[in-house]
């Protein structure tokens, strides 16, 4: 009796002492959310900054270097180049979850890799990633110098395609398409061959 008092004593001991190990081990840790970058230029002090989250007037305005301090794998970056008056040359050296180009001057950007790129209204960039998805809207223009797995050209009118494309790359997959008609679906690019100018696609039929 006295032997089987003392093992439950030892056992009730080395209970306790591993509770504490099984509650810190299983505390919850929340994942953070990737940050959005908000690039955009300034006319009236002639300089490119951003602001996380998204773009307001009356939020903080940083300095690019901060950026280039904080960004990580997984971040959205946005440029906003709108009124510049030079281009934006860029890099992150970051894996961009996300990649928005919103304005009309030239953008020349470049990054380690581009899950989703956008290139909005009449935008014209230079993308120098690899890119999984790559979204051309309306009457961007755009060079990519990497390849792209899928490129997907969309006109928001339902008339004809405008936007203007041209790649050094090899293309995996391009889909070009309005609201009412899809004008190409062709697979298989090779380098230096993708051209389409003003929607209409100049690549040889070779």
């Known amino acids: 009796m006295k032997q089987i008092k003392k093992l439950l004593t ?17 505390t919850a840790q ?8 908000y690039v955009k230029y300034l006319p009236s002090s002639d300089e490119w900054v951003f602001q996380t989250g998204g773009w307001s007037d009356t939020a903080e305005i940083r300095n690019l270097y901060y950026m280039h301090q904080e960004i990580k794998d997984g971040s959205l970056l946005v440029i906003d180049d709108s ?37 909005i209204g009449a ?18 223009l755009v060079n990519f110098n990497n390849h792209v797995n899928n490129l997907e050209v ?5 008339d004809n395609l405008h936007a203007t494309i041209g790649a050094s790359s090899t293309i995996g997959h391009l889909k070009a398409y309005t609201p009412v ?15 389409i100018v003003d929607g209409t696609l100049k690549t040889e039929e070779k």
């Open 30 to 37: 929340a994942a953070e959310d990737p940050v959005t970058y």
């Open 83 to 119: 009124g510049a008056n030079t281009a934006i040359t860029l890099s992150v050296n970051v894996s961009l979850s996300n990649l928005t180009i919103v304005s009309s001057n030239l953008s020349n950007i470049t990054a380690k890799h581009v899950d989703n790129f956008y290139s």
């Open 181 to 195: 008609k899809v004008y190409y679906d062709f697979y298989d690019f090779a380098k230096n061959t993708l051209s």
């Open 10 to 26: 030892v056992l009730t001991a080395l209970a306790l002492c591993l509770v504490p190990l099984f509650t810190s081990g299983i």
């Open 154 to 158: 969309i006109s928001s009118n339902e």
């Open 123 to 140: 935008s014209k960039s230079i993308i120098n990633a690899p890119i999984t998805n790559a979204y051309v809207y309306d009457y961007s």
